[in-house]
């Protein structure tokens, strides 16, 4: 009875809790990797609203840190994925700064009404980082197999406005 129980909670817990994509999350472009792993660096600056670049080359099995700069006055993102991801995760992060979380600037996570909202939202994809006005972050990735991809920045507006480039990925 015990275990029944047991497994009956444990069930009901992972129905009831939001899912998101996990620190080791599986992409079919490859995958997280530690800063120590990289090949080679790639600086990758932001402005209002642009990259630097607008395309950047990779290998299959390369391991690249990016750095990423913003010297803009706005947040950025760098997220690296298809273009139907891009367009799922501007829909979340239009959520997010539709209730309050996502600023111009950065990420608003105090006084939220995450209750009200049915869920916190997060901004934690292993293939994306916010970088907010004048600083400096990194995204090291392995990546696997020789296709197109995109980098782009999710903010509202952004990517429509052309901060979007194309990765792609040599065999």
Known sequence: MFLRNSLLLVGLLAVSLPVWASPAGHYDFGQPAPASKA??????????????????DVKAGETVRFVLINKGHLLHEFNLGHAAAHAEHQQAMLKMQQGGQ??????NMAGMDHAAMGHEMKHDDPNSVLVEPGKTAELTWTFSQARNLQFACNIPGHYQAGMVGTLKIEP
């Open 102 to 107: 996502l600023t111009t600037t950065g990420m």
């Open 39 to 56: 090949t080679r660096t790639v600086e990758v600056i932001m402005t209002d609203i642009a990259f630097n670049a607008k395309e950047l």
